[in-house]
């Protein structure tokens, strides 16, 4: 609701995601002049349940592993670092193609896979970011993520928001199972 030079907000889009995240749901409700009733609802879990989620992370192929993430909106890219590391992945986050060109051309840390945003401001969307690994990082994954139904019709793997960890956790385990 504000513009990006305005503030951050409320952070509604922050517990959104992650209330959804976690299987459950937000109802608001306002009324002008009394005030606004935000409920946050969770879905009760067991004790068996929490044990075969800490199971699944820990069994995960993705750990240890360093991804590069470009995203250039604050919130979105802080919940994806978030969920990356709750998997045990290293990220290195940067908010712009050209910046992550720069880091993957310059940096001496080894990266093993690229998660972008599609739509960035600057001369490098997500697709030619992408398309610049291909040519000059040839064995690097990249993961392309957007909101926009036009990148549809995309031969790159492509995670469409909004997205779980879990859907996250599988699209990047099918960025390692693809042929090459």
Same mark, same amino acid.
């Given at each position: 609701?504000?513009?990006?030079?305005?503030? *951050?907000? #409320?952070?509604?889009?922050?517990?959104?995601?992650?209330?959804?995240?976690?299987?459950?749901?937000?109802?608001?409700?306002?009324?002008?002049?009394?005030? $606004?009733?935000? +409920?946050?609802?969770?879905?009760?879990?067991?004790?068996?349940? *929490?044990?075969?989620?800490?199971?699944? =992370?820990? &069994? $995960?192929?993705?750990?240890? =592993?360093? +991804? #590069?993430?470009?995203?250039?909106?604050?919130?979105?890219?802080?919940?994806?670092?978030?969920?990356?590391?709750?998997?045990?992945?290293?990220?290195?986050?940067? %908010? &712009?193609? @050209?910046?992550?060109?720069?880091?993957?051309?310059?940096? @001496?840390?080894?990266?093993?896979?690229?998660?972008?945003?599609?739509?960035?401001?600057?001369? %490098?969307?997500?697709?030619?970011?992408?398309?610049?690994?291909?040519?000059?990082?040839?064995?690097?994954?990249? #993961?392309?993520?957007?909101?926009?139904? @036009?990148?549809?019709?995309?031969?790159?793997?492509?995670? =469409? =928001?909004?997205?779980?960890? +879990?859907?996250?956790?599988?699209?990047?385990?099918?960025?390692? @199972?693809?042929?090459?």
């Amino acid at each position: 609701t504000r513009s990006p030079s305005s503030g *951050t907000g #409320l952070g509604r889009s922050s517990v959104y995601g992650f209330v959804r995240q976690s299987g459950g749901d937000v109802r608001i409700a306002s009324v002008p002049g009394q005030g $606004t009733t935000v +409920a946050l609802r969770f879905p009760s879990v067991n004790i068996g349940m *929490t044990e075969a989620l800490g199971a699944a =992370k820990s &069994s $995960t192929s993705l750990r240890g =592993k360093r +991804a #590069l993430v470009v995203e250039d909106n604050e919130v979105l890219g802080e919940a994806l670092v978030s969920m990356l590391e709750y998997m045990d992945i290293v990220p290195v986050w940067v %908010h &712009s193609g @050209e910046r992550a060109i720069a880091t993957l051309s310059t940096t @001496e840390q080894a990266f093993d896979f690229v998660v972008s945003d599609v739509r960035m401001p600057g001369d %490098h969307d997500g697709f030619s970011l992408a398309a610049w690994i291909e040519r000059n990082r040839v064995d690097m994954p990249v #993961l392309l993520i957007s909101g926009f139904s @036009e990148v549809d019709r995309t031969s790159r793997p492509l995670l =469409k =928001k909004p997205f779980t960890e +879990a859907d996250l956790r599988a699209a990047l385990t099918g960025l390692f @199972e693809r042929p090459k």
